[in-house]
């Protein structure tokens, strides 16, 4: 018991300074959203689906119940991308170079056809936003890589179906990348439009790219604050970790 406490102790103090850096609020047109920026050169970034059975996570709990047996300790998570019933993702997955569904540029409905969609993807030291068929072009070989979609921005301008005035009012999520090469990770902390959920990666994140990765089930796992949310099954799950002590 007293070295689980002082192992606590050291993650508390080790910790306490990576989530004052990275996760703020912010406030945008009156609304309030929770935002996280990484720098994928120094931060492990890393997408996960399945346990090492190839079942699904499908929680947070559950990632972090299986990177801990790997001495590993979840700083942050958010839900990365749209998924079917049984979990899986609706279009590219990427994870550890291993491409386990292909990508999808297909018409239909919802969200993520709601196109043009996009990746997002990490390579060694570095991460980007790309628009889904401008990536399916440029031969990148991402090391992990999620699609999702609607892009919010593509080289800083916002999705044509976006209105100013629209009435649809949802919790959104999604990721972009700052021009400095910064991850920059955010959720609404109540319902917002998706015009102004792009402008708040636009005109206050410093993001020219930026993807939408899901509505009402966004989730968000922050250890340092005492938040993991848990109401809905989740699919893909980008995760920040760290080494436990040794």
């Known amino acids: 018991m007293i070295r689980l406490l002082t192992v606590l102790a050291i993650l508390a103090c080790a910790t306490t300074a990576f989530a004052d850096e990275a996760c703020r609020k912010v406030l945008h047109l009156g609304d309030s959203y929770t935002v996280c920026t990484f720098d994928p050169a120094i931060d492990g ?17 559950a990632l972090e119940s299986d990177l801990h047996q790997n001495r590993l300790f979840v700083r942050f998570a958010m839900n990365g991308g749209m998924y079917q019933d049984d979990l899986s993702p609706v279009g590219l997955y990427v994870e550890a170079g291993k491409q386990l569904k292909a990508i999808n540029t297909n018409k ?7 196109l043009p969609n996009g990746v ?10 790309m628009e889904s068929k401008a990536f399916l072009a440029s031969g990148i070989k991402p090391f992990y890589a999620t699609q999702s979609g609607p892009m919010l921005l593509i080289d800083g ?21 700052s021009a400095d090469g910064k991850v920059v990770f955010a959720v609404s902390d109540g319902f917002v439009r998706f015009h102004d959920f792009a402008t708040l990666f636009r005109d206050d994140l410093g993001c020219a790219n930026a993807l939408f990765l899901d ?26 970790t760290q080494s436990l002590p040794g």
């Open 45 to 61: 970034i890393q997408l996960y689906e399945y346990d090492h059975g190839g079942k699904p996570y499908g929680s947070f709990r």
């Open 157 to 177: 301008k916002l999705h044509p179906s976006f209105l100013a005035n629209s009435t649809s009012f949802k919790m959104r999520n999604g990721v972009g990348v």
């Open 120 to 129: 997002f993807y990490i390579q060694p030291g570095r991460a980007g936003v």
């Open 108 to 114: 239909g409905w919802g969200n993520f056809h709601l």
């Open 215 to 240: 509505g009402s089930i966004s989730s968000l796992d922050i250890p340092e604050w005492q938040r993991r949310d848990g109401l809905f099954p989740l699919g893909p799950i980008i995760a920040v």
